[in-house]
């Protein structure tokens, strides 16, 4: 596809001025020879540092004691020396007492005595928490990594690395660090046959045919990047369950997965299919009123547990998109996921019961449904239950508002499900950094119970006193050797994690520590790249979804426009189910005129988002239909508003890949190339989202395109006779 | 499972000493740190050469001579200089001309003006052969790398790289080689989702997704390994084939990866699905005496050349495992060939028609069909097609005797269809070299036109003057990292590359070659290594399928014993119509009283292969069906004699397990860990096929296992319960 006509604003110039500028630009701060790297480090690559930026760590890293009674502390001391080794080319002398100037002193007050007699403020730390400190110990001057529990050490050990590798200063070394959220979990969406479901980054990681004979050395690094974020439980398989996962073939092989876990503080979870009882325990019921059933799950939970002593729990998703559940029966969520509860309670066992549920008959607004099947179950849960949310009411788009779910189960322990595969952002090849929008969504005020009640609020359990608190990221992580099908999709799961121990931190911070780690120290290309991550995910909504629409891909493998997709056996799986087009306007009226989809959110947000002269323009057609000459906040008409966003989401692309361009020389040629061809793609699928949507959108609106802007390049039949039948991730 | 009972001879006492002697053995030997290495690298790895190795090579490689005014001869350059530069920490200085000792002069006549001075053998080479020489030029003592054409270089290059990774003597480098098969190929059996039926190293290499635009670095890794070998071609797509990959988005695709392949002498290929014209064009049939479709196919052609100029051609599964072909409209193999031969013929494609047919109806022996369907047809074909031949009559069991049909086709040129995935060979994890295997069926005297004419003087050509002259293997190949699932199966696809370029060549000295380069040089290691991969295809066939037993494997996956599979769509896809077992006997008759199969072969073949007196034992029931005390030519009978065999396969695998720990140190701990893993599964599942087998077997025979040998560890209807429903590599 050619490159649409119209650049917007100035954005050129500055871009060549940054070509010309590049060489000079980065060659002072290319520290070491780029050589060729393919991702597969993440962001623990631990490259030699430069002579002057290890010079003020070398004096302060001369001894390291720490004892390693266990495994967990065992792994976080070759964590330590694989880091230093790898920074600093040093590695430290292995002392039983500090006794010399420059120690690293590591470990819990139990592991280590000279830790005991330290005075770290560890009494504030929660379960994980660490502490970073320098004290005089004897005399001598130390750094102190230090934790009431293993995995906390190893949490701190990360950290302690971190500051290194992103090259902080000495001064930096005083950090009291405790997760807000118990269960910082990946939520893969992982086949038996190792497809993945939504995966655009290879099979799954879990080769298990061969579990568990074989233990790939992969699983042991998926462990340490996780562990490097503090994320601390996995669901190995697809909430779409396969019931054979919990036979004893599949339990075993995930057994084994669970060992190469453990040193790491990674518990494990499975998907329960609820019909299981049928499928593979040869009862004729999966109803959990019927006492066969209740035991058999009891009876299965001691099975596991047998095998897998710290099995986290089950995750379910039931009476949604044909899975089965309570409802087949005539009974409640509820009822599900008590029972459930009550099988795996013996053994410390939770219950994950997913919210993203709709039912057969066809709903006014799918938008409404889950709050309202849930709402009337707050205090009905077992308290071993978390009711696990998506962000947003439809299905992780491109941008939604906060789900009304958050607040609205004060006596329910809800986690939060946010997605880090981009099934619906450009797959792997578009470059789309989600920190932003997550911090979007953390931060929205639910004013449940008041003022300031942020989701994060909700979420880290203060808003109402959660006893039980999660987060839940669904994996991109495959088979590719990038992990995550591209290096800045990596920058996902990183977010995701630092997100998870904490949703208060700033997403533009993360990008910075993350690029530092990823790619390179150098101020220039930190900065520059940081401001690419920074606007990328407002240019894909920009180009795919622009003033709050939503829901427009191609049906079923979700790849490219779709805004024509009607018919087919739901409403609610179509494009105008949602769009709404017609002659006299677009949008989904969610206000009372409409499905009043408003009225679920506190009256605050009810009366902001209700209002179209308040509502928050990103989410104007969400939650009004307006006429296509609806006057917007530019002075432009709605119409021309549209063709306006979708060019400069095509436009901010180009640039994006210009600025990339201008970077070559300040990091390795192959993970350049990489990007740089994803971008071309990307580019090239923008201007096609773009072209596409105002094809369509034409033929109700029958308003021109506006002055400057080019024409679609093709007609709208040309985009409606693409097909796709092999697009990865369709399982 | 635990391991069996019994010790065969006296094999545990010498391995024990293996153990005891190892580190001694090795340290030795171990001339570079053992660095991790994953397997990435293949048998390029470059690795860096001891000093003293290293002393011979660096006066010889001061400069190099070397213009390179075509893409093919600057790869060529590059891969000689990425291995001077592992192996000997050296880059010679490019000059123009020789002018000191010690230069490396390569190139054509045409592209260097030095060579074209020089008397070196050049005539006589065939297209892509080389000769190097060590000549004085100039005064000055001068090692020439040289071809008549630019891929002669390329393949010359990588076998001067092969002789100093295999640290031979400067004597050795002398040698004119010319490939004695003109079509070199693999063909990968992908399908468009990036699955690959019968694969088990991954996913497709070819992400189709992501084609044409992003050009995977693996792609040229993936060129460079099979010009290292002489592979000159290779087919894209599974010959279960899908129609879509002619059409022009697809081909797009192929071209992409076809311009990739295009320096490295490599043509691309794709399969063609038969009835292509009704389902991409929309024809009412595709019977090939309708000129519409004649016209569709040659218009097809012209469409696929304009955008791959040098493509290679189609290659066709038709009529076959429900294949569409020339027989749904009443035509022939060779009315359907043709009509594709006619259609690539103008832009000098070909067209290889596969031979591996059954028919609709139930054979009274399938070994016979293939024979009895294409016989009629010698002479038949259009001169630029090529049938292609699997190298036995069933289908890539664990040994067959050579296919009837090689030599009983004078007038058409036949191709080999080796498979180098391990379909009916233990998958990814089972170590087996087929080195061996295909020696032995290269090596069989076919008798036609005369004594002496081997199956590789078949192949060759020189039996029957054939112009076209071909070989294939079926790809092992995917994504994982070590691109073909262990790392002993990367040998595989070296030692068919090194077959296909010479089938004369001895499988124990390419193992030698492949174990010097892969892992290592160290002596002792190479002696036993390679002593594990000769005796290793002999186990496999002793613990699956001894004395001639064949087709045993589970249903459909093709993964374990399946002895008892029956029933179903066709008699001949189950286990006991091959093995034909009953309270008299067991075995497949094909001698006069039988299914006279015998009889396709030439008449002293026949006269062996149907005397139970002279057949070889290990074709003993493939062709005989012999009562269970039938006394066989150790003295035991028929029964004892399985089970003895199915014990010394288990045994075999054992040994090969305790002799691989012995090399411990010998080699990175990475890729040994990885191969014990694998060593210990193949144990395992070698005592499940046996138990599993005898189990079985005695039901029919009623007699007991032999005094000595342990019984099967479970009941038969244990072995019968399992079920594998995620096999890898059954799509």
């Known amino acids: 596809m050619a490159p649409g006509h119209r650049s917007l604003g100035g954005g050129c110039a500055p871009v060549f001025r940054l070509l010309l500028s590049a060489w000079a630009l980065c060659l002072a701060f290319v520290t070491q020879p780029a050589v060729a790297e393919d991702g597969y480090d993440l962001w623990l690559r631990y490259q030699p540092l430069a002579a002057e930026q290890r010079a003020p760590y070398t004096p302060a890293t001369a001894q390291l004691v720490m004892p390693t009674p ?25 002392v039983e007492q500090v006794s010399t100037a420059g120690a690293i002193l590591v470990g ?10 330290l005075q770290l403020g560890l009494q504030v730390l929660s379960p994980g928490g660490y502490v970073i400190r320098r004290r005089n110990v004897g005399g001598h001057s130390t750094l102190v990594v230090a934790a009431n529990d293993d995995v906390g050490v190893l949490y701190g050990v990360f950290h302690f690395l971190r500051l290194l590798q992103t090259q902080q200063p000495l001064q930096a070394f005083d950090v009291s660090e405790s997760s807000r959220i118990q269960l910082r979990m990946l939520n893969h969406w992982d086949n038996l046959d190792r497809t993945v479901e939504r995966g655009y980054s290879g099979e799954s990681l879990w080769d298990w045919h061969k579990l568990p004979d074989y233990l790939d050395p992969r699983y042991t690094d998926y462990a340490r990047a996780n562990a490097s974020l503090g994320i601390n439980a996995t669901v190995l398989t697809n909430v779409n369950a396969n019931a054979l996962v919990l036979t004893p073939t599949y339990v075993h092989k995930a057994a084994a997965l669970a060992e190469v876990f453990r040193p790491y503080g990674i518990r494990v979870f499975l998907t329960a299919r609820f019909s299981a009882p049928v499928e593979i325990g040869g009862l004729k019921t999966a109803d959990p009123a019927d006492p066969a059933v209740q035991q ?11 095998i897998i ?35 795996v309670k013996p053994f410390g066992g939770i219950v994950i019961w997913r919210a993203f549920v709709y039912s057969h008959e066809q709903p006014d607004d799918r938008a409404k449904q889950a709050y309202d099947e849930f709402v009337p179950f707050d205090g009905k849960f077992r308290e071993n239950v978390l009711v696990q949310v998506k962000n947003g009411a439809i299905d992780f788009q491109p941008r939604e508002p906060f789900h009304p779910l958050f607040g609205a189960m004060p006596k329910t322990p809800l986690a939060m499900e946010f997605q880090i595969t981009k099934e619906y952002l450009g797959f792997a090849t578009h470059l789309v950094y989600l920190g932003t929008f997550w911090e979007e969504v953390l931060r929205a005020d639910t004013y449940r119970p008041r003022k300031g009640s942020t989701v994060a609020k909700i979420l880290d359990g203060s808003a109402h006193n959660y006893a039980r608190t999660a987060i839940a990221g669904v994996a991109n992580i495959g088979s590719d050797r990038n992990w995550s099908g591209s290096h800045f999709d990596q920058a996902n799961w990183y977010a995701f994690g630092r997100l998870a121990w904490n949703p208060m931190l700033s997403s533009k911070a993360i990008a910075e520590e993350w690029v530092r780690m990823t790619f390179s120290n150098d101020p220039k290309f930190v900065e520059r790249t940081v401001a690419i991550m920074m606007k990328s995910h407002e240019a894909v909504v ?67 988002f209700g209002d179209v002269k308040r509502v928050p323009e990103k989410f104007l057609l969400w939650f009004h239909h307006l006429p296509w000459d609806h006057r917007t906040r530019s002075g432009r008409i709605l119409w021309d508003e549209l063709v306006y966003r979708y060019t400069r989401g095509v436009e901010t692309v180009r640039e994006m890949g210009a600025e990339w361009q201008s970077l070559t020389p300040c990091i390795d040629a192959e993970r350049h190339a990489q990007v740089a061809a994803f971008l071309k793609i990307q580019k090239d699928e923008a201007k096609w989202w773009r072209d596409a949507s105002i094809a369509y959108f034409q033929t109700f609106s029958k308003r021109p395109v506006p002055a400057g802007f080019a024409p679609p390049e093709h007609s709208l039949d040309y985009y409606k006779s693409l097909e796709f039948p092999y697009t990865p991730g369709h399982y």
């Open 70 to 94: 266990s495994q967990t502390l065992a792994v976080a001391r070759d964590e330590l020396l694989r880091g230093l080794n790898g920074l600093l080319s040093r590695t430290p002398a292995s």
């Open 108 to 117: 819990t007050p139990r592991s280590n005595p000279q830790i005991a007699q």
């Open 296 to 306: 058999w799950w009891k009876d299965k939970a001691a099975e596991i547990y047998k």
């Open 309 to 343: 002593p710290d099995f986290g729990g089950l995750l379910v998703k039931a009476n949604s998109e044909g899975q089965p559940g309570p409802q087949d029966y005539g009974r409640t969520h509820a009822d599900g996921a008590n029972m459930l509860a009550d099988a």
């Open 542 to 608: 920009d180009y795919m979804t622009p003033l709050g629409l939503h829901h427009l891909m191609g049906r079923g493998h979700h790849y490219g426009p779709g805004p024509w997709v009607e018919g087919g056996p739901r409403a609610d799986w179509t494009s105008v189910y949602f769009h709404r087009a017609d002659e006299n306007g677009i949008g989904f009226g969610r206000t009372k005129t409409g499905s009043n989809a408003v009225a679920q959110y506190a009256p605050p947000v009810a009366a902001e």
